[in-house]
């Protein structure tokens, strides 16, 4: 199953609006990261958040983390349509744990002119 | 390189056929990746590799999936007897040394549809 889980599904917005998407995840992690993909190809790495961390930015991306609520939210503000993809949250396996990072099943953004 | 090179981009085979998919990471990178997604869906893990040897395999599918890396370098995933469920883009990454910190860096993946 997937550690991950993006919420919602699918959003569409305006240009210049904010969007918020959040990530539920159900064990303990070192870092959780988000990542973007264009067209179903390759991902792109955006932000990565430590487990220690509650808030981080990078540029317009602003990225939350309540690890009591095992959750995450990634938020994007002032949108353009160049901003259209779909966003994934990826998290490791924990202190001690080998497992590889395990992506959600994602959040399509769609940016309308 | 400059990045992750996957080939070929798209591949069309028949079912029952075998089929090669190759990635060759960036150069000095340890760790590399392979991941597979099927249409509309998330990332789903396939086998993760530190230099030549694979610590996990535990997300191939089945004993028809195989993969192998040679001199660190160049990775080839390998599907026997395709079947149309294995449809998907296939994704290979690669990191500096495979730690939880370090970002993925992904090529543009393989689209394989099995017919």
């Known amino acids: 199953s997937q550690q991950g889980e993006e919420d919602p599904q699918a959003l569409s917005i305006q240009e210049g609006e904010n969007a918020t998407m959040n990530c539920s995840y159900k064990?303990?992690?070192?870092?959780l990261q988000w990542y973007r993909q264009n067209s179903g190809r390759g991902l792109v790495h955006l932000i990565l958040?430590?487990?220690?961390?509650r808030e981080k930015h990078s540029g317009r991306l602003r990225v939350t983390l309540d690890t009591s609520k095992k959750s995450s939210s990634l938020l994007i503000t002032a949108s353009r349509a160049a901003d259209t993809a779909s966003y994934f949250c990826a998290t490791d396996g924990g202190p001690g744990s080998a497992r590889q990072l395990t992506f959600g099943s994602g959040t399509q953004l769609t940016v309308l002119p | 390189g400059a990045g992750v090179s996957q080939s070929p981009s798209n591949k069309v085979t028949e079912k029952g056929k075998d089929v090669e998919l190759r990635c060759d990471p960036i150069?000095?990178?340890?760790?590399l990746y392979w991941y597979r997604q099927s249409l509309g869906q998330g990332l789903e893990f396939l086998i993760y590799?530190?230099?030549?040897?694979?610590?996990?395999k535990s997300g191939l599918p089945s004993d028809r999936f195989s993969a192998e890396r040679t001199g660190g370098s160049v990775s080839t995933l390998t599907i026997q007897r395709t079947q149309q469920e294995d449809s998907a883009v296939y994704l290979c990454?690669?990191?500096?040394?495979?730690?939880?910190?370090?970002?993925?860096?992904f090529g543009s993946g393989t689209q394989l549809s099995v017919l």
């Open positions: 990454a690669s990191s500096f040394h495979g730690q939880p910190n370090e970002k993925l860096f």
């Open positions: 064990t303990s992690i070192n870092n």
């Open positions: 590799f530190q230099g030549n040897s694979a610590p996990d």
């Open positions: 150069s000095g990178h340890t760790a």
């Open positions: 958040i430590r487990s220690n961390e």
